[in-house]
């Protein structure tokens, strides 16, 4: 388990570095962050929650107690990522964030959105991505940028 930054933090409010060493350290980092978001009932976690402020984050989405009705998704290392696209059509859904412990937001997302990443051995992946998966993807995304749900709640 890796100490989770809490909201106020400064790490919080700064643009991430984009990753250019694709190395045995990146791939401890992403599995120390995978399990630290499992033990913490998450259903994605950013680099710079763990004090990395790296253009890093994990989405895995499972139902877990609590999101008992998040699809079932093989956890996703995104690398480097940008949205291409986003739709029109936005949606309201609740968030809950690992560093804003306790606290849950309506936030408007992007029903779809297109995105470009690289995983972790670096090779370049292009999707669309839709509902409750282009809503983790839209939190994690704003972590990168220093933004937080706080920010964003409706
Ligand atoms: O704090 C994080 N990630 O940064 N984790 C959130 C991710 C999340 C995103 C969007 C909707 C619901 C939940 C969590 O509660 O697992
Ligand atoms: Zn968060």
């Not at 570095?17 to 350290?25: G, L």
């Not at 980092?29 to 399990?35: D, I, N, P, S």
Request: overall charge negative; some cysteine; glycine content about 6%.
């Amino acid at each position: 388990m890796l100490p989770i930054a809490t909201y106020g933090e400064a790490v919080l409010r700064q643009v991430a570095a984009p990753v250019t060493v694709f190395d045995s350290e990146l791939h401890q980092l992403a599995e120390q962050m995978l399990h630290t978001m499992q033990q913490a009932n998450g259903v994605g976690i950013a680099a710079p929650q763990v004090h990395r402020s790296l253009q890093l984050f994990i989405m895995a989405s499972n139902p877990n107690p609590r999101y008992p009705t998040a699809p079932i998704m093989a956890p996703q290392v995104v690398i480097n990522p940008q949205i291409l696209q986003a739709s029109e059509q936005m949606v309201a859904g609740e968030e809950g964030c690992l560093s804003i412990p306790q606290q849950r937001c309506q936030v408007m997302r992007h029903q779809a959105i297109e995105v470009k990443y690289q995983d972790l051995s670096g090779e370049w992946c292009q999707e669309w991505l839709e509902g409750f998966i282009a809503r983790i993807f839209q939190h994690e995304f704003d972590h990168l940028q220093g933004i937080t749900l706080k920010e964003r709640a409706t």
